[in-house]
């Protein structure tokens, strides 16, 4: 098993300017990861995001750095406003991007939304199916031309539980098409990680190690970092192994599932970001090797 980190991951760094997005790739490297993965390109002003996804390629390369997955956001239900084969073709030339990082695989949401007010039409998931499915299939048959594999995450809420993202992939019923499994998202669905992971481990491409803090809704709000889950739960990002999450027991599940591809670092504490991800990784070498 690969262990990777997204740069999202880094974000905070990246935003505050203490370090450029490029220069992910080697701190990585550096760090001991086997591989990376981007989310969210952020072009630099003056360059085309084609131009600066070669840039990349480049520079995994010569840290010696594999991309193995890139993240992007999709919506097949308000995306374009509403125009689902607009936001094909949007997604489709997302692929082309995945394809000049070199990639093998791309993960595309199937909705932002968060609530069935979010968008006109559809008020449930299951009547909500069918053009989410209609788009994903899309999207992975042109992907499948260039040998890229696509990928839903347990992202969202409206499409984040692991019994909603079952639904998908077996609508979709495409070879090509999978899931990018979050061990910790399924947190904000207030769906039990262990379970969902034990459950969606046999449609998994790609997965991220990801850790909350949780504490009941009963309790008040704890102040500032902390959002709520859907059913009004407390979450807050953690360092992996601090938190609440059963990622080594999740881990354990993918393990006995024959999952043996990349597990990638999502790191969304509050404590300073290159110590988080360094003992993050710590822990994770760990849980896998104590799975196996």
Not at 16 to 32: L, P, T
Not at 184 to 199: I, K, M, Q, Y
Not at 257 to 272: A, M, P, Q, R, T
Request: hydrophobic share 40%.
């Amino acid at each position: 098993m690969l262990i990777g980190v997204s740069s999202y991951s880094f974000s905070r760094l990246v935003n505050a300017k203490q370090m450029q997005q490029i220069e992910v790739i080697a701190k990585a490297k550096e760090m001991g990861f086997d591989c990376i993965e981007f989310s969210t390109i952020s072009v630099p002003e003056g360059k085309t995001l084609p131009e600066f996804a070669a840039e990349l390629k480049a520079e995994a390369d010569r840290c010696e750095l594999p991309i193995m997955n890139y993240t992007i956001g999709a919506d097949m239900l308000a995306g374009c406003n509403g125009d689902l084969d607009a936001e094909i073709a949007r997604v489709k030339a997302e692929v082309d991007i995945a394809e000049i990082l070199g990639c093998p695989g791309m993960r595309h949401d199937c909705t932002f939304g968060k609530f069935p007010q979010d968008w006109k039409g559809a008020k449930t998931f299951d009547a909500a199916l069918p053009k989410l499915a209609a788009g994903c299939r899309a999207i992975t048959e042109y992907a499948a031309s260039k040998g890229i594999r696509t990928m839903v995450e347990n992202h969202g809420r409206f499409a984040q539980e692991s019994l909603r993202v079952e639904k998908l992939i077996t609508a979709v019923n495409h070879e090509n098409f999978g899931v990018l499994v979050d061990i910790g998202n399924f947190a904000c669905a207030d769906d039990p990680s262990e379970l969902a992971v034990g459950r969606l481990a046999p449609y998994a491409f790609h997965c991220h190690a990801k850790d909350f803090h949780i504490k009941s809704g009963m309790e008040p709000c704890p102040g500032k970092g902390w959002f709520q889950s859907r059913a009004g739960n407390w979450l807050r990002g953690a360092i992996i192994g601090h938190g609440n999450v059963p990622v080594a027991q999740c881990v354990r599940n993918l393990v006995q599932n024959g999952y043996d591809g990349v597990l990638s670092i999502e790191f969304e504490g509050i404590e300073d970001v290159l110590t988080g991800i360094a003992y993050g990784l710590e822990n994770l070498r760990r849980f896998v090797a104590a799975a196996k």
